[in-house]
C-alpha cells in the first residue's frame, strides 16, 4: 500500500518560512520522480515543483527563486522549503508521486 503523509504546515506571516515534508512508504522511493501541488480557496489544484529521481529540479514561475524542494532518499522523504512568503501562497500543499497523492497539509500566510 502506498502511502505519502505530509507535515510541516501552519501558519505565517508574509516574509516567513515554512519547511513542509512529505515522508512515502510502499514504493522504491530513490526510483520516482516526486512533486508538490497545491490548491488555494476556490482555485484549480495547481503543480508547484518536481524533483526526479536523479536530483533535478524544476518550479512553477510563481515559486521560482523562494522554494526549494529536494529529497532524502535514506529517509524516503521530500521536502518543500518555502521562504519569502506570500499571502497568495496560502493554499493546501499535496506531495504526488506516479498515480499517489498524500491528503495535503495547510500553508496560510496572513499578518
Known amino acids: 500500500q502506498v502511502q505519502l503523509v505530509e507535515s510541516g504546515g501552519g501558519s505565517v506571516q508574509p516574509g516567513g518560512s515554512l519547511r513542509l515534508s512529505c515522508v512515502v512508504s510502499?514504493?522504491?522511493?530513490?526510483?520516482?520522480?516526486m512533486a508538490w501541488y497545491r490548491q488555494a480557496p476556490g482555485k484549480e489544484r495547481e503543480w508547484v515543483a518536481t524533483v526526479t529521481d536523479g536530483g533535478i529540479t524544476n518550479y512553477a514561475e510563481s515559486v521560482k527563486g523562494r522554494f526549494t524542494t529536494s529529497r532524502d532518499n535514506a529517509k524516503n522523504t521530500v521536502y518543500l522549503q518555502m521562504n519569502s512568503l506570500k499571502p497568495d501562497d496560502t493554499a493546501v500543499y499535496y506531495c504526488?508521486?506516479?498515480?499517489?497523492w498524500g491528503k495535503g497539509t495547510l500553508v496560510t500566510v496572513s499578518s
Open positions: 510502499g514504493i522504491s522511493f530513490s526510483r520516482y520522480s
Open positions: 504526488k508521486t506516479s498515480i499517489y
